[in-house]
């Protein structure tokens, strides 16, 4: 935190021990597994998860995405958006104290990292207040180094979902990859070895707006001022008023005193509630620090279905039912059909009027079998039709030339609608284009 003085107040916040500190370790273990293991998942001999951006690709569990499907990207962003205004209306901060990367490696690897080589909150802030001896030099490059480490191993396994992991783990991905992962290690080195709350109280634009979607129901983090003030006693007061011992303020790693009211800076991660309740348990008392909301502190009823819940929680529903039923009927294959650049129609010397395209297929299907594609030309009456079949393999993108005549005697007018059908077993996409004659003139290449 920023002191009074505009300097840095460095944080050294206490270990604890606690439910809530149990709790959050089993969700940054399954984030964990999500960060490490995911990437070397394979369904359908594709990456369960791999967001290929050269390729402008996502493989997302056996689907093959491209940029034609960007409308989905567009609603897993605002089905995102509008999961965090739920869950932040209903629970708070819930992503912060549980979920974001910033407080998830920090209190996994940093923290633990930290005490192991330069001692808990007392011997680290002693050992920092003195000069520089060979103890507390060892101490610092030793804690550094491993930081480095744990840096590299996140950057690494980030860019795993841009590239296939197997490729960067070994060292054969390409230049592109480790420079990122170089940039991403550089990032994460800078917050471990300094930002760290700095980012949650100055960058995160999260911690701005969260206020706005929050009310007065909205369980938080909070001090009960009405049981614990005065505060200063010995505990002996029947209603178990704070004793003033300090422990939830060193264990924040906001630096933030939670007697002092709701806060911007607190993650809500629950360390002060873990700290009170050890101290008041050993009093026979409950804890003054606790999931609450402004609301439950006035005494009032707490409603968990307010106008804002309802609203977001049915977007969130309805978004969801729209992208299922969207992602149920897509074909995992693109086609186009694009009339050859300069030519509406030719008369051949038959006297057949002669109308090319070229047709683009793609097949997003994964998996080793290739596809079978067949062209159909619909809609023009005598129609003489010269195209190809194809099979493709996974990914892979195919122009075909698509040739269709009529005889002149069949009276053609300039422009004639007509369908070309691209069928594979999966299904067939019908695409709308049109035949044109010279109709009034003799001929027509324009
Ligand atoms: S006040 Fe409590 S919940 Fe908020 S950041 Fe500090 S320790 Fe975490
Ligand atoms: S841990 Fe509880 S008793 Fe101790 S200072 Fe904080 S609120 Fe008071």
């Not at 480095?148 to 860019?159: D, F, P, Q």
């Not at 230049?175 to 300094?194: K, N, P, Q, R």
């Not at 003033?244 to 933030?256: D, F, L, R």
């Not at 006035?298 to 804002?308: D, E, L, Q, S, W």
Request: hydrophobic content about 45%.
């Amino acid at each position: 935190m920023l002191g009074f003085s505009g300097t840095r107040e460095w944080v050294y916040p206490q270990s604890i021990k606690g439910k809530f500190t149990t709790l959050r370790r089993w969700t940054f273990l399954a984030l964990h597994l999500i960060l490490f293991v995911t990437p070397w998942i394979v369904v359908g001999g594709q990456p369960v998860l791999l967001i290929d951006i050269p390729a402008r690709q996502v493989f997302l569990l056996g689907s093959i995405f491209t940029a034609s499907d960007s409308f989905f990207l567009l609603l897993i962003l605002l089905f995102a958006a509008f999961a965090l205004f739920f869950f932040t209306s209903l629970w708070g901060r819930l992503w912060c104290g549980y979920a974001c990367p910033q407080t998830v490696f920090l209190e996994t690897w940093i923290r633990p990292l930290e005490i192991w080589i330069e001692g808990d909150r007392v011997q680290r802030r002693r050992r920092d207040q003195q000069s520089w001896s060979f103890d507390r030099v060892w101490r610092k490059v030793a804690k550094w180094a491993a930081f480095l480490v744990v840096s590299l191993l996140l950057a690494t396994a980030i860019v795993s979902f841009f590239v296939p992991a197997r490729e960067l783990w070994t060292g054969s991905a390409g230049g592109v990859a480790y420079s990122f992962v170089l940039i991403f290690t550089a990032l994460w080195y800078l917050d471990f070895t300094w930002f760290r709350e700095q980012f949650c109280n100055f960058l995160c634009p999260y911690a701005r707006f969260q206020s706005a979607l929050t009310d007065d129901e909205t369980l938080l983090i909070g001090y009960d001022p009405a049981r614990g003030e005065p505060r200063g006693g010995k505990g002996a007061a029947a209603d178990g008023r704070c004793i003033a011992c300090n422990k939830c303020v060193v264990v924040c790693p906001q630096g933030i005193d939670i007697r002092n009211g709701f806060q911007l800076e607190c993650i809500q991660c629950a360390r002060c509630v873990d700290a009170c309740v050890s101290v008041m348990d050993k009093l026979g008392h409950r804890t003054l620090v606790e999931y609450t909301s402004m609301a439950e502190q006035a005494g009032k009823n707490v409603r968990r279905f307010r106008p804002r819940t309802v609203v977001y929680g049915g977007l969130l529903v309805a978004l969801a039912a729209f992208g299922f039923t969207l992602a149920s009927q897509r074909l995992p294959f693109e086609a186009t059909v694009n009339r050859v650049p300069g030519s509406l129609f030719t008369v051949d010397p038959d006297g057949f009027i002669r109308n090319t395209y070229l047709v683009q297929i793609t097949n997003n299907k994964p998996g080793e079998t290739p596809v079978d594609f067949e062209v159909i030309v619909e809609g023009i009456p005598g129609a003489e039709v010269i195209a190809q079949d194809v099979q493709l393999a996974s990914t892979e993108t195919r122009t075909l030339p698509l040739i269709v005549r009529v005889s002149q005697d069949q009276g053609l007018g300039r422009t004639t609608p007509m369908q070309v059908r691209v069928v594979t077993p999966d299904g067939e996409i019908g695409i709308s284009t049109t035949f044109k004659t010279g109709a009034d003139v003799d001929s027509g290449t324009d």
